[in-house]
């Protein structure tokens, strides 16, 4: 069983940055797929970066690629979403998921454990 832990988030104005970090405990997340979605309200929980068990690839949703990175250190059991230049529609409650393969899928019903989310508002 894998707990993650979510943090960062906070209320800023828009074309700053944040930096959000998951804490896994349990076991290590070496050999799984790591992702952060986002969920605004009314809306469905959609896909914004993931990235492969090594971190040799990523993945990004077109509304965030160039502003988003995501990496992961997997000796300290992180992963980490640093966000620049946030606009107001990035303003949505954010969470890590992991999935237990190498491989990266980009639907949320891919992913078996979640955070318990972490909220980001962005003001214009």
């Known amino acids: 069983q894998v707990q993650l832990v979510e943090s960062g988030g906070g209320l800023v104005q828009a074309g700053d940055s944040l930096r959000l970090s998951c804490t896994a405990s349990g076991r290590t997340l070496s050999g799984y797929a790591m992702g952060w979605f986002r969920q605004a309200p009314g809306k469905e929980r959609e896909f914004v970066a993931a990235?492969?068990?090594?971190?040799?690839?990523?993945y990004y949703a077109n509304s965030v690629r160039g502003r988003f990175t995501i990496s992961r250190d997997n000796a300290k059991n992180t992963v980490t979403l640093q966000m620049n230049s946030l606009k107001p529609e990035d303003t949505a409650v954010y969470y890590c998921?992991?999935?237990?393969?190498?491989?990266?899928?980009?639907?949320?019903?891919?992913?078996?454990?979640w955070g318990q989310g972490t909220q980001v508002t962005v003001s214009s």
């Open positions: 990235l492969r068990w090594d971190g040799s690839s990523t």
């Open positions: 998921a992991a999935r237990p393969h190498i491989t990266v899928l980009l639907t949320a019903q891919a992913y078996n454990y």
